[in-house]
């Protein structure tokens, strides 16, 4: 049986920015995947959060949309890693792409590229009734563009927020110091 929060060694990285342990398992948590679900992941990166998506919906499929190249070969070299069949990799900056998809059980976004409101405004209707949107932000500025799209949609969203902040332990010497990661955001956002 395939468990949820994969180490993050484990996956194939290189440069390109990626979803930490803690934060995936969070977010996916929200995302509440089923088996048989049709998950989008906007910005994916490394593909962290889609292989695990896809582990958590084997019958289901997983779309995961980047635009640099560099993401695209690690999406599709971890999903081999970790052999999962169902992730479908697409290219595109994001809205682009997205209107041929299904509909969508669960909506992850990791990155948006500067064009949020474009993407939620897209995905709104996409997302099927009871359907989950996750949102990973870092910045307060991307929070509060989503927080100002869901006050305007309140007719079709609920969403909660929250503030993440993960401190590991590092050994230094004969000592443990504290080692921060950055706070993130975690925007789930339910439809009505």
């Known amino acids: 049986m395939d468990f949820l929060g994969i180490a993050d060694e484990e996956f194939i990285r290189q440069d390109v920015p990626m979803t930490k342990q803690e ?21 994916a990166g490394t593909g962290s959060i889609s292989i695990e998506a896809a582990r958590l919906a084997p019958q289901g499929q997983v779309y995961a949309i980047e635009r640099s190249s560099e993401g695209i070969g690690l999406i599709r070299a971890n999903a081999a890693n970790f052999a999962v069949k169902n992730v479908t990799v697409i ?8 209107a ?25 209707p996409k997302l099927k009734a009871s359907g989950r949107l996750v949102l990973n932000c870092i910045t307060v500025q991307t929070l509060m563009q989503c927080i100002e799209f869901m006050r305007e949609h309140s007719d079709t969203y ?7 902040q993960v401190t590991r332990l590092q050994q230094v010497g004969t000592y443990d110091m504290a080692k921060a990661n950055n706070p993130i955001y975690i925007v789930t956002c339910w439809k009505k």
């Open 23 to 43: 934060i995936r398992i969070l977010s996916l948590v929200k995302a509440q995947i089923a088996p048989d679900a049709v998950v989008y992941d906007i910005g």
């Open 91 to 98: 290219q595109a900056e994001a809205p682009e792409g997205l």
């Open 100 to 124: 041929d998809l299904p509909k969508a059980d669960a909506i992850l976004i990791g990155g948006s590229g500067g064009n949020l409101q474009e993407i939620l405004t897209e995905v709104t």
């Open 158 to 164: 609920i969403y909660e927020a929250i503030q993440v």
